[in-house]
């Protein structure tokens, strides 16, 4: 790959009160959209401030087009944010806003006119420049604040949760519109969010961020079909979490013990569990399979245990026995005819269920 | 339109004759013609009071000129200090502000809070003391010291209000720390600073005893004028000063009413614009 456009090294921050980050290394390859996904509070828009000069690192370095700017203030760095609120200057009109940065930097009028008028036409907001920004719609608002960060032409753009604030509907056209306007400037952008479905609409790779540190590192599919953390498993999507411990372990494949009930499992190049450890399964609901026959050769048995309707999906719960109960979705179109108390038989592809190591409970 | 009952609409009208009957007989006594020391008298229509006020040897002009010059310096000083200091507070105050700032900031508005008469004897005393001999000195410097907290205050209160992302935004984008100040605090806090600096003004044109204890040789300003010539007798041009300054304080209430109502008649205009659209 090519050479890293940013690269964070060893950063820590920390604001008298214990660790905000610990040792966060990561590199971003020009032309991505990198997203940093985590719950609140797991130190993402920490570690965009640290990247935007507007927050030190307590260790640790950050690099941007190969130079250091660890000691820079943010005026002195290329890279341009759009915030969580957007921040635009309530005093000064769209056009006054969008030119704001290219007025600091002593660019003339007429340049200023040309290049603020490109952005506005690149966010659709043509015939706005005289709007201050109170006349304007929370969507526009948000296009203000792309278009005056985008203005600057940053090396790395970075997002604070910029659809946090919108409506639903909104958010999702946004989605659409900061993706194309990405491919479209070919500028890197480093994204924030807590909402997984976001990062996994829009990314080219996600970070999954928890409590100040990586869990992991890949495309929307890696992080998706093959989590590497329990942590990862849980965050993203919807997950059957099967905590047990190993029992077995042949060529085939291994089998975890859960509250009683054996599950067939296949270790991965990451984590291939001895016996006697411990290990979590992470069946994805859409994955199971059952009926009157074994599913995927599995003999495994259960009882359904209620079903649902829930837009277009059934969802059905089955017991196989004890305390252990699978989610299990299936399309409206496939709907079974098992009424709730049938035995079936239930499976799943083994590729398709990951084993990772089970992490104590308070750790998640 | 609620309907008043008899009984209240009597007693707003005692209230209102209570209120406003001595400022009322200030003004039919700055007409009246009657020359006594003490008139009591109505005696008949002149105008006679206003022409005297003007010719010069009344005395009351140049106490005018030193009233008024005394509140533009106070007021410009105590804007420049009120604000730098406001904005300086502010900076620290991310989230946590120490036991210093506090203090400090106690510090700052304590002047409204103490009495005026002690504070007119300490700056009497520490002028003397310091040998501070010129009458426009001394009257600035502690006109200042009581004009600050307004600013302050108004200043410190806005800034507070204003998202910090406003001043980072400004960073990233490229400009210094003393750029975002010029750029962005000052012109967001340009009415904080402007209805501080009037009511400084205010306060400053309006101030009689702190001036009475720390003025020294010569005439004083316009209160201290007026209380003086008043000692022997209410003179009939006292009157004739007093209306003529309601008339310009009436005024001022009365266009920035008016401004600020076209003002809200332009937003709503807007506004309406903005959901036609």
């Known amino acids: 790959m090519a050479e890293p456009v940013l690269r964070l090294d060893g950063l820590c921050k920390d604001y008298g009160e214990g660790l905000v980050l610990s040792g966060l290394s990561l590199d971003v390859y020009p032309g991505e959209f990198l997203t940093l996904l985590g719950p609140s509070g797991c130190g993402k828009t920490t570690t965009l401030r640290i990247i935007a000069g507007l927050e030190r690192p307590t260790a640790g370095r950050v690099v941007i087009d190969g130079a250091d700017v660890t000691g820079l203030p943010p005026e002195k760095r290329p890279v341009n944010t759009v915030f969580q609120n957007y921040a635009l200057f309530p005093h000064m009109n769209v056009f006054q806003n969008i030119a704001y940065g290219l007025k600091v930097l002593g660019i003339s009028k007429s340049e200023q006119k040309e290049r603020v008028m490109a952005a506005l036409s690149l966010v659709r907001l043509t015939g706005f420049e005289r709007r201050m920004p109170s006349q304007l719609s929370g969507g526009q608002r948000q296009r203000v604040a792309i278009a005056r960060a985008v203005v600057l032409q940053p090396k790395v753009l970075l997002l604070d949760e910029p659809l946090g604030a919108l409506d639903l509907k909104l958010r999702q056209e946004m989605q659409q519109e900061l993706k194309s306007l990405q491919q479209k400037l070919g500028i890197t952008f480093v994204y924030i969010t807590h909402d997984q479905e976001e990062a996994l609409n829009m990314s080219s790779r996600i970070v999954i961020l928890n409590a100040g540190h990586i869990e992991q590192i890949g495309t929307p599919e890696e992080v998706y079909e093959c989590p590497l953390t329990l942590f990862a498993a849980d965050f993203i999507g919807q997950n059957n979490l099967l905590h047990g411990t190993v029992t077995a372990v042949s060529p085939e494949g291994l089998s975890l013990e859960v509250n009683g009930v054996t599950l067939p499992a296949l270790p991965n190049e990451v984590f291939s569990p001895a016996v006697g450890e411990r290990a979590a399964l992470c069946l994805r609901p859409q994955r199971i399979r059952y009926g009157r026959e074994p599913q995927h050769g599995m003999t495994l048995k259960g009882t359904i245990r209620s079903k649902e309707y829930v837009g277009g999906m059934q969802h059905t719960q089955i017991a196989l026995g004890g305390e252990v109960v699978l989610n299990a979705v299936t399309q409206s179109a496939e709907l079974d005819s098992y009424p709730v108390g049938s035995e079936v038989f239930v499976g799943w592809n083994r590729r398709h269920a990951p084993l990772v190591p089970d992490a104590p409970k308070e750790a998640v | ?277």
């Open chain 2, 1 to 277: 339109m609620k309907k008043h009952s008899f009984g209240s609409l009597l007693f707003i009208g005692l209230v209102l004759l209570v209120m406003y009957l001595p400022i009322a007989v200030v003004i039919v006594y700055s007409f009246n013609a009657n020359t006594a020391r003490i008139p009591i008298d109505f005696t008949g229509w002149t105008t006679d009071w206003y022409a005297k006020l003007f010719e010069g040897r009344s005395g009351f002009g140049d106490a005018l000129l030193l009233s008024v010059r005394v509140a533009l310096w106070a007021v410009v000083i105590s804007c420049v200090i009120g604000t730098l200091g406001a904005i300086g507070m502010a900076r620290r105050v991310d989230g946590k502000s120490s036991r210093l700032d506090t203090a400090m900031e106690s510090l700052m508005s304590l002047p409204i809070m103490i009495p005026e008469i002690i504070l007119g004897l300490a700056f009497m005393v520490v002028f003397n003391a310091m040998g501070i001999r010129g009458n426009d000195l001394r009257l600035v410097l502690a006109h200042v010291t009581f004009c600050i907290p307004y600013v302050f205050l108004n200043v410190k209160s806005r800034l507070v209000g204003m998202d910090p992302a406003l001043f980072d935004a400004a960073r990233d984008l490229g400009a210094s720390p003393a750029r975002v100040v010029r750029d962005i605090t000052l012109p967001l806090c340009r009415p904080a600073i402007m209805s501080g600096a009037f009511l400084a003004l205010a306060m400053s044109l309006d101030d009689f005893v702190i001036s009475f204890f720390v003025y020294g040789a010569g005439e004083g300003t316009l209160p201290i004028k007026i209380y003086s010539s008043v000692k022997v007798g209410v003179s009939p041009q006292v009157n004739a000063l007093c209306t003529l300054i309601m008339g310009v304080v009436f005024i001022a209430v009365a266009l920035s009413r008016y401004l600020s109502s076209m003002r809200a008649a332009r937003q709503r205009r807007l506004e309406r614009q903005i959901r036609a659209a």
